[in-house]
């Protein structure tokens, strides 16, 4: 059925709010377009999404549901109006929009083979929304997110859909940043921890909110977890990833070199923390094991080399 197609077009590797979902005056062009055309199904499609784009944009709304109602889409058309009209100031457009949505409910009490209202829907999926988030609970089959992607796959409209999205990817964000702090913190985590970082910043990215450092932190923990899988190859393509995303971290390039060195090459780990840790202990260390394996001479003067710059630091 065209008006179930529409309304339930939000696939799950589809953006859900903000600029993922496309751009806003180029979706109200189209829409707009469609509409002069006569395509009234198609540019609903167009509506809608600006809609989710930008949800504080108010006469999109009213666009839309003139574009349902010409659809025969009249309870979608009904809908889209009454949320126009909950938060339009006065004004001409909001007084004929008054008098377009009265004639819209006129019709829908007449109206056979409408979708079901879903308004009540609306009010328990947002009421778990926030009862998850509460709860601390993001990610899941009954996580916030996936609340909140139901609700838009349901077709819910309203400003306050921006708001639900920002708190949501708020949450996401600062979930994934905890788990990176106690990865650096040396807290043992499971690999399944360190990798939900991924898709916790994609439901931030989805829900329009975005972190910088998201790139370089993603990459370490995944380089954590396959280093702790003992999967020493790509725990290096990582941390190396993560080194160019974000040089500022010097912890990324050690454990690149770290994990060079448990796959057994030394000098190449050595060469790593030399080029991007010149001056950090633990480089120093790794140079002196290393000469104590090859020549005890050459050894014993680098570790007498290490304990006496410890000991007296050179002034700066």
């Known amino acids: ?110 109206a056979k083979g409408q979708p079901p209202d879903l308004g009540q829907k609306y009010v328990e999926t947002r009421a778990a929304f926030f009862a998850q988030l509460d709860k601390g609970v993001v990610m899941g089959p009954a996580g916030a997110a996936e609340e909140l992607r139901t609700l838009v796959k349901d077709g819910f409209l309203g400003p306050d859909l921006a708001d639900m999205a920002q708190k949501l990817g708020s949450a996401a964000v600062l979930e994934a940043e905890g788990i990176h702090k106690r990865a650096l913190a040396n807290e043992k985590l499971a690999a399944e921890t360190l990798r939900s970082a991924r898709p916790l910043f994609q439901i931030a990215a989805d829900s329009g909110v975005t972190a910088g450092n998201s790139a370089g932190v993603t990459a370490f923990l995944d380089g954590l977890a396959e280093f702790g899988e003992r999967d020493f190859k790509r725990a290096t393509q990582h941390f190396g990833e993560a080194a160019k995303a974000d040089p500022a971290n010097k912890e990324y390039a050690f454990y690149r070199a770290l994990s060079l060195y448990h796959a057994g090459d030394k000098l190449a780990a050595l060469k790593a923390l030399e080029a991007d840790l010149k001056d950090d202990p633990r480089t120093a260390v790794l140079r002196t094991s290393l000469a104590l394996g090859n020549s005890p001479e050459v050894g014993a003067s680098e570790l007498e080399r290490l304990l006496f710059s410890t000991r007296f630091p050179p002034e700066k």
Do not use: F, H
Request: proline share 4%; net charge positive.
């Open 1 to 110: 059925m065209v008006v179930v197609a529409l309304w339930a077009s939000v696939s799950l590797a589809e953006a859900l709010v903000g600029p993922g979902v496309g751009n806003a005056d180029t979706l109200i062009s189209e829409g707009s377009r469609l509409y002069n055309k006569k395509q009234y199904a198609k540019a609903a499609d167009q509506y809608l999404k600006a809609t989710r784009v930008a949800p504080a944009t108010l006469n999109t709304y009213l666009q839309l549901g003139r574009a349902m109602v010409q659809a025969k889409q009249l309870q979608r058309g009904c809908y889209a109006y009454r949320v126009y009209l909950k938060v339009s100031p006065e004004t001409p457009d909001r007084k004929k929009a008054s008098a377009e949505s009265d004639q819209c409910e006129r019709q829908l009490k007449n």
